[in-house]
Nanobody, 113 residues
Framework: QVQLVESGGGLVQPGGSLRLSCAAS????????MGWYRQAPGKQRDMVAT???????IYADSVKGRFTISADNAYNTLYLQMNSLKPEDTAVYYC???????WGQGTQVTVSS
């Protein structure tokens, strides 16, 4: 089993940027696809971005061109760089190990003026 801990959420104005981090308890990026998901109040949890061990990425249409997922194997950390944020990006963001089925506790992102 692997533990995942997200950080980096907060309140940001529309058009601003945030970088989310997800620290893994051990090195799993070479053996597991990883992902960022988000859940807004009253809505289902949706995929935001995923990355495979080979570095292939997939993005939800709503974030393409604005968000970037990356993984740092040396520090066992997954990132989500979020630019040009919109109010509709407001949600709790979760990281997950798609192969191990582990989820972090989530970090709140609020985009508001």
């Amino acid at each position: 089993q692997v533990q995942l801990v997200e950080s980096g959420g907060g309140l940001v104005q529309p058009g601003g940027s945030l970088r989310l981090s997800c620290a893994a308890s051990r090195n799993i990026f070479s053996t597991s696809a990883m992902g960022w998901y988000r859940q807004a109040p009253g809505k289902q949890r949706d995929m935001v971005a995923t990355i495979t061990p080979s570095g292939m990425t997939i993005y939800a249409d709503s974030v393409k061109g604005r968000f970037t997922i990356s993984a740092d194997n040396a520090y066992n950390t997954l990132y989500l760089q979020m630019n040009s944020l919109k109010p509709e990006d407001t949600a709790v963001y979760y990281c997950t190990s798609l192969n191990y089925g582990s989820w972090g506790q989530g970090t709140q992102v609020t985009v508001s003026s």
